[in-house]
């Protein structure tokens, strides 16, 4: 995936759900993290869609919290339906990403996320080298960064990854415009952005912002299931961003 154009990402994980994303989504995103046994299912896949592995470290909002988190996450990057990972920019880039007066536990997420930085470098090389294209990913499950912090983390994003990715949560409608002119300020620019705000404010900008140039759009196959506050579902979602579009 090149995502020179909108990609509506499943979310899952659990790949057997595949074919019901089938009808509606471009890839599948696979939350290694969440998923039983992930090497067992990447092992026996034979879906039609793409994936974009995702192996979230805790510090970051997810659930892996092992040492072999990112050999897992470079293995994963071998297989030739694997077209893309995610990795943490505050692993890629800590002394830029890293905000500890924004949140709270900041200097033990910093000291993890450098923990980390010489295997996420080595896992995004690897990966290029397969053929796989990396997500940078910046995720605040407190609040929406003011304009000048959006730019500075958008900036290393789109420099550390083929795809800068932020995700932020909106208090209000300002939070969420101030998401989308980043978004748009960026894709002017050439870049390739996937932003979106969580939480119910910033709900709709799963859909708008595809307007303004995000690349990439997560919804999960059962509403049930969603990996991120605010996520409308699979269906819904793809109709929204094909009515908009």
Same mark, same amino acid.
């Given at each position: 995936?090149?995502?020179? /154009? +909108?990609?509506?990402? $499943?979310?899952?994980?659990?790949? @057997?759900?595949?074919?019901?994303?089938?009808?509606?989504?471009?890839?599948?995103? +696979?939350?290694?993290?969440?998923?039983?046994?992930? $090497?067992?299912?990447?092992?026996?896949?034979?879906? @039609?869609?793409?994936?974009?592995?995702?192996?979230?470290?805790?510090?970051?909002?997810?659930?892996?919290?092992?040492?072999?988190?990112?050999?897992?996450?470079?293995?994963?990057?071998?297989?030739? +339906?694997?077209?893309?990972?995610?990795?943490?920019?505050?692993?890629?880039?800590?002394?830029?990403?890293?905000?500890?007066?924004?949140?709270?536990?900041?200097? @033990?997420?910093?000291?993890?996320?450098?923990?980390?930085?010489?295997?996420?470098?080595?896992?995004?090389?690897?990966?290029?080298?397969?053929?796989?294209?990396?997500?940078? /990913?910046?995720?605040? +499950?407190?609040?929406?960064?003011?304009?000048?912090?959006?730019?500075?983390?958008?900036?290393? $994003?789109?420099?550390?990854?083929?795809?800068?990715?932020?995700?932020?949560? $909106?208090?209000?409608?300002?939070?969420?415009?101030?998401?989308? /002119?980043?978004?748009?300020?960026?894709?002017?620019?050439?870049?390739?952005?996937?932003?979106?705000?969580?939480?119910?404010?910033?709900?709709?900008?799963?859909?708008?912002?595809?307007?303004?140039? /995000?690349?990439?759009?997560?919804?999960?196959?059962?509403?049930?299931?969603?990996?991120?506050?605010?996520?409308?579902?699979?269906?819904?979602?793809?109709?929204?961003?094909?009515?908009?579009?």
């Amino acid at each position: 995936m090149e995502f020179d /154009s +909108f990609v509506l990402a $499943a979310a899952t994980a659990d790949l @057997d759900e595949e074919p019901a994303a089938r009808p509606h989504a471009d890839a599948v995103e +696979f939350r290694m993290d969440m998923a039983a046994d992930p $090497a067992t299912q990447l092992a026996a896949y034979d879906g @039609d869609l793409p994936l974009i592995a995702t192996n979230r470290a805790t510090w970051e909002g997810g659930e892996a919290d092992g040492d072999d988190r990112l050999d897992a996450l470079a293995r994963a990057a071998e297989y030739d +339906f694997v077209e893309a990972v995610d990795v943490e920019l505050r692993a890629l880039r800590p002394g830029v990403a890293a905000d500890d007066d924004a949140n709270p536990g900041g200097t @033990d997420v910093a000291a993890a996320a450098a923990a980390d930085a010489e295997a996420a470098a080595e896992t995004a090389a690897h990966a290029r080298d397969q053929g796989a294209a990396v997500l940078a /990913s910046v995720h605040d +499950f407190e609040a929406t960064p003011d304009a000048e912090r959006l730019d500075a983390l958008l900036e290393a $994003a789109v420099d550390a990854g083929d795809v800068g990715k932020l995700a932020v949560t $909106a208090h209000d409608r300002r939070d969420t415009l101030a998401l989308l /002119s980043a978004t748009r300020k960026w894709t002017a620019r050439g870049e390739r952005v996937a932003t979106m705000s969580m939480g119910e404010p910033g709900r709709h900008t799963r859909a708008v912002a595809p307007v303004y140039g /995000s690349r990439i759009g997560y919804a999960p196959v059962d509403p049930e299931r969603a990996t991120a506050p605010g996520q409308y579902d699979l269906a819904t979602l793809a109709s929204l961003v094909e009515q908009l579009g």
